[in-house]
């Protein structure tokens, strides 16, 4: 079992800056692939970033160049970092962290992050 708690969410004006973390506990941290998704009212979860246990990433392209995903094996956190924030970035985000041999997929409850002057 993997829980997973996310923080550093909040309020914040358009082309302000927030970083996200996220610690996990109750597992073997590094062997895991950890992600960011987000939902926005109305829409369906989406990809934000994902990083391997090798700290290989992937971004939506939505996110590219405003956006770092980073991961701190020993501390067994991983973080976003958003700046040039946009109202469309306005979502709950929420914490994921999978295990394609264990075939194990984690959840947070998600933070809020509301983009708005």
């Known amino acids: 079992q993997v829980q997973l708690v996310e923080s550093g969410g909040g309020l914040v004006q358009p082309g302000g800056s927030l970083r996200l973390s996220c610690v996990a506990s109750?597992?073997?941290?590094?062997?895991?692939?950890m992600g960011w998704y987000r939902q926005a009212p109305g829409k369906q979860r989406e990809l934000v970033a994902t990083i391997t246990s090798g700290r290989n990433t992937n971004y939506a392209d939505s996110v590219k160049g405003r956006f770092t995903i980073s991961r701190d094996n020993a501390k067994n956190t991983v973080y976003l970092q958003m700046n040039s924030l946009k109202p469309e970035d306005t979502a709950i985000y929420y914490c994921?962290?999978?295990?394609?041999?264990?075939?194990?997929?984690?959840w947070g409850r998600g933070t809020q992050v509301t983009v708005s002057s």
């Open positions: 994921n962290a999978k295990n394609f041999v264990r075939l194990q997929d984690y």
């Open positions: 109750g597992s073997i941290f590094g062997a895991y692939v």
